[in-house]
């Protein structure tokens, strides 16, 4: 439905439209769900960030269609008096403003904990204060290992869903010592979830924590030396598509034994928006939001890629498509890494009914078509540049 009049929830009721402040808006999840607010609801939407070139194409005066229903705002949360006002002025905030790349964790730990925790602060207080309601992005990274990951390597428990499914109200959270500062993130977003939840339980806020696992597609992160810095590390699935694009190895960390269960950032934001239009059945909750189906080793997924971006290239992969590298050389001192994350899906099951539907092969193909597309040429006139001797 183009304007999505007529929507009904859940429950058979009618979704009065809405004025959403989504901070965090210019970023890869804030782009995706700002384009289904506008494409499939009647929804208005605040766009807070300190960049927009993802939704840009949403906001230029000639889509009018949309221009009415999404506004910008280039404001830095740490220092803008503006926020709170916004905030006010919203039925409902969501915040996905953070720093979240792993090479960041370690290297900037100031920064990632300010961003994380003390950043997001002020977002909570105005919501608790003002009656809002708040959807908070925290992170599946809160579980840090499993328990089975404590276990000798041939120990038949490790086979045992109870040592490695990850469930919101039953699992711990197992992070490393101080100095495996990696944990950074995982720690600070813990505590403003912990925080989120006091909010609830001592002041009434009406609240949703959402933990997504990996969640993958177009527009994620940049290509180092294209639209972002030559020397940056993004998340796996942008240094992958770089080496592909480069034609390089993909480096494997620690010989890419990590298990991670990747998900469609479209299927992903189906959740979202579920939980946007069903505050009664949302509020109060934690959910995990991945695909349990999609398990691969960081090893099959460097495998998996090179194969996908074969076919929707036709270029043939080169003759020794991946390469080791310790974590220390490719993240520095302080790298640690979650070994295992299947996310447990009773409670958005029960609450909103919700399933993941698309395949890692599947994704994989529409996600590396648009790299493709997207990058190559960019790359090769970068390439080809000759070298400032
Ligand atoms: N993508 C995933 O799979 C994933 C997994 C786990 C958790 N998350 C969480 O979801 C949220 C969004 O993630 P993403 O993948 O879209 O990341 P992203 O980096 O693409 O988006 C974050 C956005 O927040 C903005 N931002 C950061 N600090 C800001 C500030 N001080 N003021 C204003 N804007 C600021 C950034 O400019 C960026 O556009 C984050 O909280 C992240 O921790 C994402
Ligand atoms: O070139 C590379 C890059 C990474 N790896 C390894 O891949 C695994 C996944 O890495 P990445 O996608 O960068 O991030 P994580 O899954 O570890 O953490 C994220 O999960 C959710 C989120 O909170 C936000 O997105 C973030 O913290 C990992 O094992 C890397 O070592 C590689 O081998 N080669």
């Given at each position: 439905m183009a304007n999505g009049a007529g929507r009904l929830d859940l429950d058979g009721r009618p979704i009065k439209p809405m004025t959403i402040c989504m901070i965090g808006a210019?970023?890869?999840?804030?782009?995706?769900?700002?384009?289904?607010?506008?494409?499939?609801?009647?929804?208005?939407?605040?766009?807070?960030d300190v960049y927009n070139d993802k939704i840009k194409h949403l906001l230029e005066p000639g889509t009018s269609q949309w221009a009415e229903r999404i506004q910008f705002h280039r404001i830095n949360i740490k220092h803008d008096s503006r926020l709170e006002g916004l905030v006010k002025m919203a039925d409902l905030t969501i915040n996905l403003a953070a720093i979240c790349t792993p090479a960041d964790y370690n290297t900037r730990p100031l920064d990632t904990i300010y961003s994380n925790f003390i950043d997001a602060l002020p977002v909570v207080k105005y919501c608790s204060e003002n009656n809002k309601r708040l959807i908070h992005f925290s992170t599946c990274e809160v579980y840090g290992k499993t328990i089975g990951s404590f276990l000798p390597k041939d120990h038949p428990l490790r086979q045992d869903p109870d040592f490695y499914v990850l469930k919101e109200d039953t699992s711990p959270c197992i992070f490393g010592s101080i100095e495996k500062q990696r944990w950074s993130y995982a720690c600070a977003k813990q505590l403003i979830e912990r925080l989120v939840y006091a909010e609830g339980a001592e002041n009434g806020l009406e609240f949703t924590i959402v933990r997504p696992f990996n969640w993958i597609g177009p527009r994620m992160d940049f290509i180092p030396g294209i639209d972002g810095p030559s020397e940056g590390v993004p998340r796996v699935l942008a240094c992958f598509s770089n080496n592909l694009l480069r034609r390089e190895p993909l480096k494997l960390v620690d010989g890419g034994e990590s298990q991670r269960t990747f998900?469609?950032?479209?299927?992903?934001?189906?959740?979202?928006?579920?939980?946007?239009?069903?505050?009664e059945r949302a509020n109060g909750h934690i959910f995990n939001v991945g695909n349990p189906n999609n398990e691969v080793t960081v090893r099959q997924l460097a495998e998996m890629m090179t194969q996908v971006y074969s076919k929707v290239s036709g270029e043939t992969a080169i003759e020794s498509p991946t390469i080791d590298v310790s974590s220390k050389e490719f993240y520095g001192e302080g790298y640690d890494d979650s070994d295992k994350r299947i996310p447990d899906m009773t409670i958005i099951n029960r609450q909103l009914g919700w399933n993941p539907k698309t395949s890692l092969w599947d994704l994989l193909e529409s996600t590396l078509t648009y790299q493709h597309r997207t990058y190559a040429e960019a790359v090769k006139k970068a390439t080809s540049k000759p070298v400032a001797s």
């Amino acid at each position: 439905m183009a304007n999505g009049a007529g929507r009904l929830d859940l429950d058979g009721r009618p979704i009065k439209p809405m004025t959403i402040c989504m901070i965090g808006a210019g970023g890869f999840i804030g782009s995706h769900l700002c384009e289904k607010l506008m494409n499939e609801t009647p929804h208005k939407v605040l766009a807070l960030d300190v960049y927009n070139d993802k939704i840009k194409h949403l906001l230029e005066p000639g889509t009018s269609q949309w221009a009415e229903r999404i506004q910008f705002h280039r404001i830095n949360i740490k220092h803008d008096s503006r926020l709170e006002g916004l905030v006010k002025m919203a039925d409902l905030t969501i915040n996905l403003a953070a720093i979240c790349t792993p090479a960041d964790y370690n290297t900037r730990p100031l920064d990632t904990i300010y961003s994380n925790f003390i950043d997001a602060l002020p977002v909570v207080k105005y919501c608790s204060e003002n009656n809002k309601r708040l959807i908070h992005f925290s992170t599946c990274e809160v579980y840090g290992k499993t328990i089975g990951s404590f276990l000798p390597k041939d120990h038949p428990l490790r086979q045992d869903p109870d040592f490695y499914v990850l469930k919101e109200d039953t699992s711990p959270c197992i992070f490393g010592s101080i100095e495996k500062q990696r944990w950074s993130y995982a720690c600070a977003k813990q505590l403003i979830e912990r925080l989120v939840y006091a909010e609830g339980a001592e002041n009434g806020l009406e609240f949703t924590i959402v933990r997504p696992f990996n969640w993958i597609g177009p527009r994620m992160d940049f290509i180092p030396g294209i639209d972002g810095p030559s020397e940056g590390v993004p998340r796996v699935l942008a240094c992958f598509s770089n080496n592909l694009l480069r034609r390089e190895p993909l480096k494997l960390v620690d010989g890419g034994e990590s298990q991670r269960t990747f998900i469609y950032i479209k299927d992903a934001i189906e959740a979202v928006l579920l939980m946007i239009e069903n505050p009664e059945r949302a509020n109060g909750h934690i959910f995990n939001v991945g695909n349990p189906n999609n398990e691969v080793t960081v090893r099959q997924l460097a495998e998996m890629m090179t194969q996908v971006y074969s076919k929707v290239s036709g270029e043939t992969a080169i003759e020794s498509p991946t390469i080791d590298v310790s974590s220390k050389e490719f993240y520095g001192e302080g790298y640690d890494d979650s070994d295992k994350r299947i996310p447990d899906m009773t409670i958005i099951n029960r609450q909103l009914g919700w399933n993941p539907k698309t395949s890692l092969w599947d994704l994989l193909e529409s996600t590396l078509t648009y790299q493709h597309r997207t990058y190559a040429e960019a790359v090769k006139k970068a390439t080809s540049k000759p070298v400032a001797s």
